[in-house]
Every structure is written in structure tokens, then in C-alpha cells.
């Protein structure tokens, strides 16, 4: 529960919890609802609705000085002499921070903020019509030669494709298909946020007062850079195999496989095996055992789990999360709860540290409406078996 909430809710929860950690699952009522798949269900009306004390996370700062530090790299790779240096970095700054102008969603509220951010900023229709505009607004003032009018788009170019890049490869991804399709895409490379990424661009300003000139030592840290997202892609692939294999010795039949960074470095990886029913989520070390996980039911199909699919807000939800799991409960009072949660920040499962996850509970009245819905980071009423660990897999041992 959130760190404000009040001591009836936490009772609530409490109770909640306390119906499903038993052998055998909680009795659901099942009011109206049908067993359609949820994700083909229309959105239904929300009434009533507030957000509870506990809100969403943002997003860390650090993406912010990396996507800054991205930009002044590619401004020394020769636009310096072209367009001058103040007006240059001015530019590749601006351009390389400008996707995420969608933090004035955050005036409509953090919710919005975290369901729409990296949406239409982040599209290849952005990456399309803002470096010419850019370019030609940089250029105010002075004379507008083909040339540096060309320096200047290419610019602004550069750095707004370079801050889409830094955001799929993390497992936030972006909708870089908007308006086509809202769905987002990720390669799940780099932890969000990495501040490696950060360090290695700082090369930058440490070789350029050295022996090198400016646009080598920013070549040369942009190099490195990629270097290190090969190597973070090299481990991603590897550990995809591995939670795949992994599955399988558990007996889980594997439809869909995820590896997402626990922390930066790319030794550390938060593994999901998924089918229809079942998901089997692991902790990774590649330099060591498998660590503790479970085994949980996602409990899509659940008649009250489709009920809050079937809102507006659940269907967004849906459409924002990429390894969706659900749970419900009925309240003694007939109301009942449905908890969301999606495995992409399920990286914690004890100790102070548990935030990164951003579950979501919807509460409904007996008669089938929505009233209230609150993010929080408390623990949510999973039925789960905990599975052991296992040691590496080696190529004579593979399932």
C-alpha cells in the first residue's frame, strides 16, 4: 500500500492478502462478466473514479543528463566549426531533450504522465518534421546558407534519433509507430535508467583535454558507448536463452520469453517465461546461480480481472503493459478488488527497495462499477510457489 494510506484500506489489503496465500485460491464471485479474451474487449464507461494517495513512479533524472550529454557529443562531431559552438550545442541539447516535452502530461496528472509518456514525441513522424524545423529556428539571426541550414537539420537529426535510440533499447521502449500503432517498442538492453551510459559519454570532456581534439574524442566516446550497448545486447540474448531453458526443466510450456536489466552493468537480469496461463519469472546472475523466483498465475482470464479490462482505464493498462498479470478478491461487503501488475518491473520481491514495481488496484461496488483505483508499492494478493535455484546451464546439460 502506499505510504499514505489509511489504516481501513490497509485492513482491506490485509485481508486480501490473507485469502489468497493459503493453500487454495480465494471463491470469486463472477458478476456479468464473459470469458472473451479481455484484449479484444472494448473500453467500458469509468464513474466515479479517484486516484488514491499513492502514485506512479517517473522517471529517474539520469535519463535526462544522458540524453544532455548524447547531444553535446554529437555536437563536437564537426558542427562546432559549422554552425559555432554555442549556437551548435544550444542545438543538439534542445533536440536531444525534446521528446520528452510529454512531461507537461504530468499537468493532467502522473497517471496519464506514465500511461502516454514516450508516445507521439517519440515517433518516427517527430523524427521526421522537427529537424528541419529546428535546424531553421537555430539559424535565426544569421545567414542562412544551404550548407548550415543542412548542418543544422542533420544536427537536430542526429540527437532527436539518438534519444529515441537510448529509449528502446531500455524495457520502457517507446511508440516509435505513433500514429500507426501505440504499441511500444523495446529491446530491453539497458536498465532504465544506466548510468554506465552517462559515464562512458562523459569520456567526451576527459579525452578532449587530453591528447585528442574534440570530434575524436567524441567519435571515440560515442564508440565506446556502442561497444558497451553491444556487449548489454550480447547478455540479453544470452539470458533469454537461459530463462527459456529454465522454464522448461519447471515443466512451463514457453510462448513468449523476457530478459530485463536489473542493474546496469548487464550482470544482473530480471527473466519472465510466459503462456497464456502460467508466468515463471527468475532473478539472473551470469556469474552465478539462478537466484529465487516464483511461479505465478497471470489470472487474465479471471471473470473480475475482465471487468476491469473491459474499462477504459483497464484497456489502457493493457495497452501500456507488456507482460500483464492480474489477480482479484472479493471484499467481505461484496465489493471486490482487482490488482494489475506488469512483470517488467517486478525486479524486487523483498527488502526496502521494492518501488520499482508500479502495481495498479481498481476497487468495485457490488454492483459491478468502478469507484476507486490507486498505484501503489505494496505487496498485491499473488498466489505464488516459489521455485529454487538452479546452477548455469552448460552446453552438455542443456533440456
Known amino acids: 500500500m502506499g505510504r499514505g494510506g489509511t489504516p481501513g484500506r490497509e485492513r482491506t489489503q490485509q485481508e486480501g492478502r490473507a485469502a489468497s496465500v493459503g493453500s487454495e485460491p480465494p471463491e470469486f464471485s463472477r458478476p456479468r462478466a464473459s470469458r472473451q479474451d479481455p484484449r479484444r474487449r472494448g473500453p467500458g464507461p469509468v464513474r466515479n473514479v479517484t486516484c488514491g494517495e499513492a502514485r506512479p513512479r517517473l522517471e529517474h533524472p539520469v535519463d535526462g543528463i544522458t540524453h544532455t550529454l548524447f547531444g553535446l557529443a554529437l555536437a563536437e562531431l564537426g558542427f562546432l566549426r559549422r554552425l559555432g559552438a554555442g549556437r551548435a550545442r544550444a542545438l543538439s541539447v534542445v533536440a536531444a531533450n525534446v521528446p520528452d516535452v510529454d512531461v507537461m502530461l504530468l499537468l493532467a496528472s502522473r497517471e496519464r504522465y506514465v500511461l502516454d509518456h514516450d508516445g507521439a514525441t517519440h515517433g518516427l513522424v517527430s523524427l521526421a518534421l522537427l529537424p528541419p524545423l529546428m535546424g531553421r529556428l537555430a539559424l535565426l539571426g544569421t545567414p542562412r546558407s544551404p550548407a548550415a541550414v543542412r548542418a543544422a537539420t542533420a544536427l537536430a537529426a542526429l540527437a532527436l534519433a539518438g534519444h529515441l535510440l537510448l529509449d528502446l533499447l531500455t524495457s ?7 500514429p500507426l500503432a501505440q504499441e511500444r517498442v523495446a ?30 574524442a567524441a567519435a571515440g566516446s560515442i564508440l565506446v558507448v556502442g561497444l558497451y550497448v553491444g556487449l ?8 533469454l536463452k537461459r530463462a527459456s531453458a529454465w522454464a522448461r526443466l519447471e515443466g512451463l510450456e514457453v ?10 552493468g548487464g550482470l544482473w537480469w530480471s527473466t519472465v517465461a510466459v503462456n497464456d496461463e502460467e508466468a515463471l ?7 552465478g546461480p539462478a537466484r ?17 479490462l473491459a474499462t477504459s482505464l483497464g484497456a489502457r493498462w493493457l495497452e501500456w503493459s507488456r507482460v500483464p498479470m492480474a489477480a482479484s478478491v472479493e471484499l467481505p461487503d461484496g465489493r471486490y478488488e482487482v490488482w494489475v501488475r506488469d512483470l517488467r518491473f517486478n525486479d524486487r520481491f523483498h527488502g526496502a527497495e521494492r518501488g520499482a514495481r508500479m502495481d ?8 459491478g462499477q468502478m469507484r476507486e483505483h490507486t498505484w501503489f508499492l505494496d505487496e498485491p494478493p499473488w498466489e505464488a510457489t ?9 552446453p552438455g546439460r542443456a533440456p
Open 232 to 239: 548489454q545486447g550480447a547478455a540479453h540474448g544470452v539470458v
Open 187 to 216: 529491446l530491453d538492453w539497458l536498465h532504465d535508467p544506466d548510468p554506465v551510459v552517462a559515464v562512458l559519454l562523459l569520456l567526451t570532456w576527459a579525452l578532449r583535454v587530453g591528447p585528442l581534439p574534440g570530434p575524436r
Open 386 to 394: 516459489p521455485l529454487p535455484a538452479i546452477p548455469p546451464l552448460t
Open 281 to 287: 519469472h527468475r532473478y539472473v546472475d551470469l556469474l
Open 255 to 264: 510462448e513468449a520469453a523476457f530478459a530485463f536489466p536489473e542493474r546496469p
Open 360 to 367: 495498479l488496484r481498481a476497487r468495485f461496488d457490488p454492483a
Open 172 to 178: 520502457r521502449g517507446a511508440m516509435v509507430l505513433w
Open 292 to 308: 529465487l523466483g516464483l511461479r505465478l498465475p497471470r489470472g487474465l482470464e479471471e471473470p473480475l480481472v475482465e471487468e476491469f
